[in-house]
C-alpha cells in the first residue's frame, strides 16, 4: 500500500481485480514492514474488509453464471496429471 495521506477508494467502490491488488499489496505490508501496532491493526481491518468484498463479488458471480448456465452448469472437476 502506498504510503501516501490520500484516503483509500472506498472498499464498496473496487472491483474484484482492485480488490484483489490492493489486499496483495496489504499482505506484502504485513509480512514485509516493522510497522506500528495501529497501522497494522488498521492494514488488517482493511484487508478483512477486502477479503469479504472479493467473495461477495465472486459469490455474485457465480450466481450469475448459475442464471445464465440454468440446468447446463456442471461441476468443474480438476483434470489429474
Given amino acids: ?13 473496487l ?3 482492485e480488490s484483489l491488488a490492493e ?5 506484502e505490508a504485513l509480512e514485509g514492514e516493522q510497522n ?4 497494522t ?3 488488517y481491518e482493511r484487508g478483512q474488509a477486502l477479503v469479504t468484498q472479493c467473495s461477495a ?3 455474485a ?14 461441476e468443474f472437476e480438476e483434470e489429474s496429471e
Fill in 61 to 74: 458471480a457465480q450466481l450469475k453464471v448459475q442464471k445464465l448456465a440454468g440446468e447446463s452448469l456442471v
Fill in 23 to 27: 489486499l496483495e499489496q496489504i499482505v
Fill in 36 to 39: 506500528p501496532l495501529e497501522e
Fill in 41 to 43: 491493526t488498521k492494514l
Fill in 1 to 13: 500500500m502506498s504510503k501516501t495521506k490520500n484516503s483509500p477508494k472506498p472498499i464498496e467502490d
Fill in 57 to 59: 463479488l465472486l459469490d
Fill in 15 to 17: 472491483t474484484y481485480e
